[in-house]
Nanobody
Framework: QVQLVESGGGLVQSGGSLRLSCTTS????????MGWHRQAPGKQRDFVAR???????NIADSVKGRFTISRDGAENTVYLQMDNLKPEDTAVYYC???????????WGQGTQVTVSS
């Protein structure tokens, strides 16, 4: 059973930084893509960032220039460095990992990020 666990969320003032981590366990599968989505209260879950196995990244326009995604492929761990945070970044951040072998994505339980103005 594949499990993803996020950490690093918390409360930060506007302009501050946080680094989220997502570790995987329970599988020796290699994840073709790993990334992050977020969901603010009363809103749909939105794409934030993704890193493919070859190193290519995709970043949402709303966070481009402020958020950076990185990955430790050997450890199947993905990180999200969030700088210059804004109150509108407040959300639950979810990590996911896509396994080509399994033909599906796995999701973590989420970590809360709250940015105060």
């Amino acid at each position: 059973q594949v499990q993803l666990v996020e950490s690093g969320g918390g409360l930060v003032q506007s302009g501050g930084s946080l680094r989220l981590s997502c570790t995987t366990s329970g599988s020796a599968s290699y994840f073709y893509a790993m990334g992050w989505h977020r969901q603010a209260p009363g809103k749909q879950r939105d794409f934030v960032a993704r890193m493919w196995s070859g190193g290519l990244t995709n970043i949402a326009d709303s966070v481009k220039g402020r958020f950076t995604i990185s990955r430790d492929g050997a450890e199947n761990t993905v990180y999200l460095q969030m700088d210059n945070l804004k109150p509108e970044d407040t959300a639950v951040y979810y990590c996911y990992a896509y396994s080509a072998n399994a033909g599906r994505a796995y999701w973590g339980q989420g970590t809360q990020v709250t940015v105060s103005s």
